[in-house]
């Protein structure tokens, strides 16, 4: 079992930067990805950004350039830093871990094993 707990989130104002943080716990040893989602009021859970053990990471082209993910695998946490950030990022933001997440699927929900708690980014104009 792995547990996944976030932190960080809170309110920014547009074109301002704010730092996510998820901290893993338990068995963690057979994690091959970690990634960010997040879900909107009325939208469905879309992908944001994933990072394998191989050090591979890919954004979604809605992040791509204002997004970076990292991780900090002696202390077990991901992080993911936003910045430039619009009103149309306002979410909660889940962090997620998978064992063998399928080649080129690495941003879909369903290919992840265990899930934060999540935490909310509003984002104000």
């Known amino acids: 079992q792995v547990q996944l707990v976030e932190s960080g989130g809170g309110s920014v104002q547009a074109g301002g930067s704010l730092i996510i943080s998820c901290a893993a716990f338990?068995?963690?040893?057979?994690?091959?990805?970690m990634g960010w989602f997040r879900q909107a009021p009325g939208k469905e859970r879309e992908g944001v950004a994933a990072?394998?053990?191989?050090?591979?990471?890919i954004y979604a082209d809605s992040v791509k350039g204002r997004f970076t993910i990292s991780q900090d695998n002696p202390e077990n946490t991901l992080y993911l830093r936003m910045d430039s950030v619009k009103p149309g990022d306002t979410a909660v933001y889940y962090c997620?871990?998978?064992?063998?997440?399928?080649?080129?699927?690495?941003?879909?929900?369903?290919?992840?094993?265990?899930w934060g708690q999540g935490t909310q980014v509003t984002v104000s104009s």
């Open positions: 997620a871990a998978a064992y063998t997440p399928r080649r080129g699927r690495e941003l879909l929900a369903e290919e992840y094993n265990y």
């Open positions: 338990g068995y963690t040893y057979n994690i091959y990805c």
């Open positions: 990072i394998d053990s191989d050090g591979n990471i």
